[in-house]
């Protein structure tokens, strides 16, 4: 098994600007793909059906690649895209933040058709994540964007991408950067608030999907630097967390922080996801 982690570059902040791999123990296996069309990468999903990792690239586009890490999939410069967030919809289709346009656009894993905006332009000020619940619901946090304009909520959309007015989040101490779906059917969210303050409160923090209700609040307490929390991912029990320099696990049945999983200076993580594999990457 690989953990595979993107790290930012430019304005995302002054990482590699690759795709890196790390093996289980937490040593490093070097870049996972050195396609020049990688830039900036950001979003991540997995296809187990089809062994693919989808990824998003801040060029505009979206590619797909295979366990070795080469290119299979590119749906080429797609305009105005600039993609943050990586999920699958119910019906299959990735979908990809569109952080520009304030929205999520649907493609076909196939990747060789137009993507489909889903939500209307602007649906929130800056998106900082999203997931599909079980019930076919679609939840979508807003934070603040890299100019410092948007807000800190989280929305909820039902299947057929109509806002659930009902579904309310209440909690000043929420400025969120990704989203992601407990086994509980539970919302959780990475949070840095205030966002971009050196001294800012990192925690995750787990809302009830019936309501928005403010189940438990997860810190590192001490066992890791946690700072600048971004990309959430489930592994069984376990809840892992990307931020800077390093790589953060949680048990989630517990909620103790089991301290870092990976160290690597300038990491700059956005996202990360475990897939099959375990040979040494160039």
């Not at 943050?84 to 656009?105: C, E, K, Q, W, Y």
């Not at 309310?168 to 840095?192: M, Y």
């Not at 892992?240 to 390093?246: G, L, R």
């Not at 690597?264 to 594999?277: C, E, H, K, T």
Request: hydrophobic letters at 40%.
């Amino acid at each position: 098994m690989l953990l595979v982690v993107t790290s930012a570059s430019g304005i995302n902040g002054d990482g590699y600007g690759a795709l890196l791999a790390f093996g289980t123990d937490g040593s490093s296996r070097g870049v996972f793909c050195h396609d020049a069309r990688i830039s900036d990468p950001r979003g991540l999903a997995f296809d187990q059906n089809e062994g693919l990792l989808f990824i998003n690239s801040g060029a505009d586009r979206v590619l797909a690649l295979d366990a070795k890490g080469h290119v299979v999939r590119d749906t080429g410069p797609v305009a105005g895209l600039n993609p943050g967030g990586a999920n699958f919809a119910p019906d299959g289709r990735l979908v990809v933040g569109m952080r520009t346009a304030r929205s999520l656009m649907a493609f076909a894993t196939s990747l060789d058709q137009p993507g489909q905006r889903i939500l209307p332009q602007g649906v929130v000020p800056f998106p900082r994540g999203f997931a599909f619940g079980t019930n076919g619901r679609l939840f979508l946090a807003s934070g603040i964007g890299p100019d410092g304009e948007g807000n800190n909520s989280i929305r909820a959309f039902n299947p057929a991408m109509e806002l659930i007015p009902s579904w309310q989040v209440d909690d000043r101490e929420l400025s969120p950067l990704d989203l992601t779906i407990a086994p509980n059917g539970n919302v959780v969210v990475s949070s840095e608030c205030p966002f971009g303050v050196p001294d800012a409160v990192t925690t995750l923090r787990e809302y009830d999907a019936g309501d928005g209700r403010l189940v438990r609040v997860f810190s590192a307490a001490g066992m890791a630097e946690f700072r600048k929390p971004r990309g959430l991912r489930f592994d069984h029990r376990r809840l892992y967390c990307v931020a800077q320099d390093e790589v953060l696990a949680f048990d989630f049945t517990t909620g103790a922080c089991l301290g870092a999983v990976v160290r690597q200076p300038r990491l700059n993580g956005q996202a990360l996801m475990f897939i099959p594999g375990d040979e040494p990457i160039g």
